[in-house]
């Protein structure tokens, strides 16, 4: 069962409609991004993705104040859920460890405790695309924050992120429908080199959560 109306952000006072999955590992999921098709451009500038947008019965992106401040509350960990194209293929990732520091900061990763033994109770193990991630301020095409001397990898890649030089995981890229990879498209390299992905879908949840139930796979 998932439910699109689950998330109440108290800090701010505002009710978000997100996608949650009460299936995996026990429940208690909240989806930060979800790329299921083209229907969301991510396309967009440093100030749209520091708020919500596009829909929460399909692709969307919750924001860098949202995540920021779901990620500070509680410590939390995270789960990504990656299907390549081609093949239809299922992996996953799992950090023990997640969150975004604020504005002031510009939105720095700390991501941390990649947990292979999880992500293989969940299926096939995706590896870590994050690592090279950890520590990065958020780029943007107008924003280069990047440690790139050349280049806006944000431009290079398509892709909003927490580029370093650049990325090993191409997450907020402009979707695709090639199967093959490129540097624009949706690709997690530790996983597969030279795959396009047809989905993303990234779910954080406290890591303290109590769970009930028996564990099922997504």
Known sequence: KSTTKCVLNNQTYKTLQ????FLADGGGWT????????????DKTQREFQTYFGKATGSYWLGLSNINVLTNAVPQSLLVILIERKTNSKAYAFYDYFAVSNFKE???????????????????????????????????????????????????????????????????????????????TLYWRPWKKMA????????????????SGPNKKT
Request: aromatic share 10%.
């Open 31 to 42: 989806a930060i991004q979800r790329r299921l098709g083209p229907d969301t451009s991510f």
């Open 106 to 184: 510009m939105y720095r990763l700390h991501v941390s405790g990649y947990n292979r033994q999880k992500a293989l109770a969940f299926g096939k193990e995706a590896g870590d695309g994050l690592q090279v991630s950890n520590g990065m301020q958020f780029t943007t095409k107008g924003e280069d924050r990047d440690w790139n001397a050349l280049k806006n990898c944000a431009k290079l890649a398509n892709s909003a992120w927490w580029h370093r030089n650049c990325t090993d995981a191409n997450l907020n890229a402009e979707y695709s429908l090639r199967s093959s990879y490129g540097k624009q």
């Open 196 to 211: 396009a992905l047809k989905s993303v879908e990234m779910f954080i949840r406290p890591k303290q959560l109590r769970l």
């Open 18 to 21: 997100v996608y949650c999955n």
